[in-house]
C-alpha cells in the first residue's frame, strides 16, 4: 500500500512520518482532559496544531483512559458536533473521529470527518463496520485487550507481539470480509490499552522495539504512545513522571518507531513532535 487519500490529502507511506495531533473534547482525558470541553478552545486549538504541522487532527468525546467510565452516544454527540461543525470546514487538513460507536461515528462524518479511529478495531459496537464500509472511510484498527475500565486490571501475555499481530490480522479480515476497503486500513498495536508496565515487564517497550512484526499484514502503521504511564514510569525510574514531564520519553518512542517503520504518530505536542520528526526523517528516509 503506498499511499492513501484522507480528505483532501494524500499520505504518502515511507516517504515522510505523518503527525495525528490529539483533541480531546472531555472533562477526563489523562493529559489534556477539561482544556478544549469550550468548542471555541477546542477549534482554536485544532487551527494551531494544523500550524504547528499535524497532518490529522484527532476528535475524541470519551477519555479511554484506564479505569474510564463509557459515555452516552448522546454525551459523546454533545461534546463533538460543536467542535466538528466548525474544524471541519476550517481546516485544510483532514478530521478523524476517535470513536468506538457508530452513530458517533456516522455523524462525524456527515459533519465532513474523514476517517474513523476506533480503539475497539470494530469490535464494541456491531454497527460500526457498515458505517466505516458504507461511507467508504479510511480506519484505524486498534489492539486492546479487554475494556478501557478492566484493561490494566491483570494483563498477561505469552507473546504480546505474536498476539498483537495475530488480533489486528484477524479484526483486518473482518472489516475487509464486511466490505471495509484493505487500502484503507491502518493497525494500531495500542500503546497502553491493556499492555503491562511498571512492574519489570514493559509490553509497551516490546511493541516498540518488535514494531516492524507489524509490518508484515502490508498496511500502513499507527502508534500512539504520546505521554502515556509507561514513560512516566520509565523516564521516572521508579517514580511516576507527571504527564505534563513526558515529553522527552514521547520524543525517545517517537524514535524507535520510526526507526522500525512507523507512518503515522499520535501526540499531544504537535510543535515538538514535528521539528524532532523532521532531522528523524531527513536521516531515515532520505
Ligand atoms: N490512545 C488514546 C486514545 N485514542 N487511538 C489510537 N488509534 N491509538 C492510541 O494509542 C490512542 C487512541 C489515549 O490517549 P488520549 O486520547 O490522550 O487520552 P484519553 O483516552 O484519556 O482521552
Known sequence: MKE????????????????????????DSFSDGGRFLNPDDAVKRALEMQAQGADIIDIGGESSRPGAEPVSVEE????????????????????????????????AIE???????????????????????????????MHMKGTPRDMQLNPSYDDVMHEIVSFLHDRKQFAVSHGVDEHKIILDPGIGFGKRTGKGIEDNCEILRRLKELKVLGNPVLVGASRK???????GEGEQLPVNERLEGSLAAIAVAVMNGVDVVRVHDVKESKRFLRLMDRVIRW
Do not use: H, Q
Open 229 to 235: 504511564t509507561f514513560i512516566g514510569n520509565v523516564c
Open 76 to 107: 459523546e454527540l454533545r461534546r463533538v458536533v460543536p467542535v466538528l461543525e466548525e474544524v471541519c470546514d476550517k481546516l485544510d487538513i483532514p478530521v478523524s473521529i476517535d470513536t468506538y460507536k457508530s452513530e458517533v461515528a456516522e455523524k
Open 111 to 141: 459533519l465532513g470527518a474523514d476517517m474513523v479511529n476506533d480503539i475497539s478495531a470494530l469490535r464494541f459496537d456491531p454497527n460500526m463496520v457498515k458505517v466505516v464500509a458504507d461511507y467508504d472511510v479510511p480506519v484505524v484498527l
Open 4 to 27: 492513501l487519500k484522507i480528505g483532501k490529502r494524500i499520505f504518502r507511506w515511507g516517504k515522510r512520518t505523518y503527525i495525528m495531533g490529539v483533541l480531546n473534547v472531555t472533562p
